[in-house]
Structure formats: structure tokens, C-alpha cells
């Protein structure tokens, strides 16, 4: 067997990119290796929704040349959203590279590599496909890793967000048929899944540009029938499409975890403008108070940009005080980056220096770590459901899993406990995830039957 090495960028979207390469390329006999020194086949994943990178792609790209040097017959390719945007330049500036291959490419791959072992030939496949054919495995996914499964259910977007460089590198909306999504979302059951998280660019406008498709509620609908699945979640939404049918769902559904990630990006009317958000603060709010209506132990996370062009400590202040009011439990706060194509890069000098942008993004961030502490330690005393993930990461020894509200919990546990649920009482709190000590596991029954979903 051949070994392969895939070294990814990004969002969850890009890690499932990920595994269905690795799922592709099994047909060639290509299995998974964590040793980029003893691999055949090395890929890198990447991601351009950030500043740099691109320079991160190509000092990747740097340090990898000498893996040709020492073994002869090693394939190198590129890839994601990077790939996607500049094409065959790769090829030309990198002579050790083999292929570049967009995101929407992955089922090209064998024929792709075999080019390369065979003939020597280098190439780029870069298209955007008419249709979902291309979210489709030609082999059922037959490896589940553990007890949490990622599912795209579409692709691309359709909105124009000024900052995004999304609709240039993953094209536009595509959504999967329903029939595929939940044939998949059965059989990873079937081999022991029991959370899935549904991913796309725009996931709440799923269905739209399918004619006599089901919607995105209807889907959620459908999924929370499948029996012996547990938990659902989805990732991302945008608020314009966060309809009142998606919002009961959050009522309606036993499966759907009590968990949405919203992204606002601004608190700021003249900015969410600017960046061609089409929803402004008031609308934004009133959806939240609806969701808490329906849910009122919603846990809500969200995306903001500091420094967009032209934003004013006014405009600032505005976003930090729509964090005070919607409380969040989770943000992922980022500095403003001209990307390449986008709307914001071709109109918006980037007038907020670097210094300003830094020391927005430690107010943000400060004032979240408070927010999020605070809700945290509500938490303490409380009986939780978790679903046990694998050893934690900043624990040693410990265990991690997470609520259905999706907090980080670490314990003191047995490994036989991976993959499985436990009830535990939470016993200490920090800003970003939660302590806990394991209850017996027949409480996690008796919560689950108390709510009809076992
Ligand atoms: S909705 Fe999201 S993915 Fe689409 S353009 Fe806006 S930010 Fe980008």
C-alpha cells in the first residue's frame, strides 16, 4: 500500500474535503499516514478566507521540496480555496508541484495522479461543475472516525458579502439531493455514528436553486426521523435566511442541538452596509429574541470583523455593545484582510491602521473571555449530557467531550467512555470550556428517554 500525507487549512468544510480525498484516493491504494517523511502522495489543503494565504501555501510549498529531492517519485499537490484561486500560477512558481486541483475537483484525483506516476504530467483542473455530482462519493464512505460525522449538504453562495472571498474559490449555491444526504446520514448511523453536523458555505439556504428540493427545515425535519442518531447541528447560517420555519425547528426537533452559529460580523448599521450584509442590527436582534423565545437555552455563536474600512471608534463600540446584549457563548473574532476579487478590495481603501485593528480585536476579545466566563460559571452545579470526543487537549490525562449547547467539557475518565455519552455535574469553569466529574452512565439514559429521543 501506498502512503499519503494531507496537511489542511481551514474551516470543518476543508477537513471534510479532506477525508473524501483520502476516501478518492483508497481506490489507488493510497492509505492515510501522520509522517509526511514516509509518504508517496502529499497534499496540502488550503484555505484563502484569512490574510497571507496565500505566502503560507507557498513557504508550505518551500519546505517541501527537499521531500522530492530525498525520495524520487513523490507526488506533491495543492488542493482548496488557494488552489481554486490561482490556478496553474502554482505550477509555474513551484517546479516541484505536481497538481493543482480546485474545490471542486476531488473525484478528478485518481485520473490526476495516476498522469503524474505514469507520464510525468503535471496539470490543474480548476472548473466549477453545473450541479452536486461532485459532492458525491463514488464509493460509499465506509470509515467513520469516532462517534461525530461531518455531512456537506451544499456548497458555494449565492450572497455577495464585500469582504468574502467564498463565492470565487467555491462557486455558487449547489445543494446535495435530500435522497444522498440522508441515504449517507443512515448509513454513518448504521457504523455507529451518533451526531452529525451538517456543513455548507450558507447551509439555511439549502435547497433554494434546486427546483422542488425540500428546504433546509424540511431537511432537518426528515434527519431528525432517522432513529439511533442523537444530536444534529449546522454550520454556518447567515441571518437574512434564518427563517421562522428554521427558527421552531429549533422548538420542534429533539435532535437538534440547542446550538446556532449566527455571524453578525459588525455591530454597526454604516458597516453591516458597507459589507453588503443585508440584514441590519435591529432585524438581527429581533431574530435572536425569537430564537430564545423558542429556545431559551439556545447557546448562540458568532463571527465578527474588526477594522473593515472606514470604521469608526463609533462604529467600534457599536459591536462591542451588540456582544453585551446578545451575550454570546462563543465568538471567533478576526482582523479585517482585503482578499483578492472581493467587492471590499476593489472600492474600500483599507484605512484603519494595523495598531487599531489589534487593539480592537483585544477589546473584542476581552470582553468575550468576560462574557463567556460568566455563562460558564451559570453553569456550575449543572447536570450535562456529553459526548465523548477523545483525550482532551489542554488536560493531560483527562477526557473531552462536548454539550449538546456545544461547551467544551474535561474529565477524569475511562478511555472505554470515547464515543459513547456520559452525564457528568460541572465542578469548575474557565472562559472557554467547562470541569466536570462523570455521573453513572444510566443518568444519560434516563435524560434521553425523559426526552423521547433514545
Ligand atoms: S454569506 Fe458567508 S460565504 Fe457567503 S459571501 Fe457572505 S460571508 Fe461569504
Request: hydrophobic share 35%; charged share 30%; with cysteine.
Amino acid at each position: 500500500m501506498k502512503r499519503l500525507y494531507i496537511q489542511t487549512y481551514g474551516c470543518q468544510m476543508n477537513e471534510r474535503d479532506s477525508e473524501r480525498i483520502a476516501h478518492v484516493m483508497k481506490s489507488m491504494d493510497y492509505c492515510l499516514t501522520d509522517r509526511i517523511e514516509e509518504a508517496d502522495l502529499v497534499f496540502l489543503n488550503t484555505c484563502s478566507v484569512r490574510d497571507k494565504a496565500e505566502q503560507k501555501v507557498y513557504s508550505a510549498l518551500g519546505r517541501w521540496r527537499e521531500l522530492k529531492q530525498k525520495r524520487e517519485g513523490v507526488v506533491v499537490g495543492v488542493g482548496g480555496c488557494v488552489a481554486q484561486q490561482e490556478g496553474s500560477d502554482l505550477l509555474r512558481r513551484v517546479p516541484h508541484l505536481d497538481l493543482v486541483f480546485g474545490t471542486q475537483s476531488i473525484p478528478e484525483l485518481p485520473r490526476m495522479v495516476k498522469e503524474v506516476e505514469s507520464q510525468k504530467k503535471r496539470s490543474v483542473v480548476i472548473g466549477f461543475q453545473r450541479d452536486a455530482s461532485y459532492m458525491e462519493d463514488v464509493e460509499p464512505r465506509v470509515e467513520v472516525n469516532g462517534p461525530k460525522a461531518m455531512v456537506t449538504i451544499m456548497q458555494g453562495c449565492n450572497k455577495v458579502c464585500s469582504f468574502c472571498i467564498v463565492p470565487y474559490v467555491r462557486g455558487r449555491e449547489i445543494s446535495r439531493s435530500s435522497e444522498s444526504i440522508i441515504q449517507e446520514i443512515r448509513s454513518l448511523v448504521r457504523q455507529g455514528v451518533t451526531e452529525v453536523v451538517l456543513l455548507g458555505q450558507n447551509v439555511n439556504s439549502y435547497g433554494k436553486t434546486s427546483p422542488g428540493e425540500l428546504t433546509f427545515p424540511q431537511l432537518l425535519d426528515k434527519i431528525n426521523d432517522i432513529e439511533a442518531l442523537r444530536r444534529i447541528r449546522f454550520m454556518t447560517s447567515h441571518p437574512q435566511d434564518l427563517s421562522v420555519q428554521l427558527v421552531e425547528a429549533f422548538a420542534k426537533l429533539e435532535r437538534l442541538c440547542e446550538h446556532l452559529h449566527l455571524p453578525v460580523q459588525s455591530g454597526a448599521d454604516a458597516v453591516l452596509e458597507r459589507m453588503r450584509r443585508n440584514y441590519r442590527r435591529e432585524e438581527y436582534l429581533r431574530k435572536i429574541a425569537r430564537l430564545r423565545a423558542c429556545r431559551p437555552d439556545i447557546a448562540l455563536s458568532t463571527d465578527i470583523i474588526v477594522g473593515f474600512p472606514g470604521e469608526t471608534e463609533e462604529e467600534f463600540e457599536q459591536t462591542l455593545e451588540i456582544l453585551q446584549e446578545v451575550e454570546y457563548d462563543e465568538i471567533f473574532a478576526f482582523k479585517y484582510s482585503p482578499r483578492p476579487h472581493t467587492a471590499a478590495a476593489k472600492l474600500y481603501r483599507d484605512d484603519v491602521c494595523d495598531a487599531v485593528k489589534k487593539e480592537r480585536l483585544e477589546q473584542v476579545l476581552r470582553l468575550q473571555n468576560e462574557l463567556s466566563l460568566r455563562k460558564n460559571l451559570q453553569k456550575l452545579g449543572a447536570v450535562e449530557e456529553v459526548l465523548v470526543e477523545g483525550p482532551s487537549r489542554h488536560r493531560k490525562g483527562q477526557l473531552m467531550g462536548r454539550t449538546r449547547t456545544n461547551r467544551i467539557v474535561n474529565f477524569l475518565g475511562e478511555d472505554s467512555m470515547i464515543g459513547r455519552f456520559v452525564s457528568v455535574a460541572v465542578v469548575g469553569a474557565s472562559p472557554n470550556s467547562l470541569i466536570a466529574e462523570v455521573l453513572s452512565e444510566e443518568n444519560v439514559s434516563e435524560m434521553i428517554d425523559s426526552r423521547g429521543i433514545a
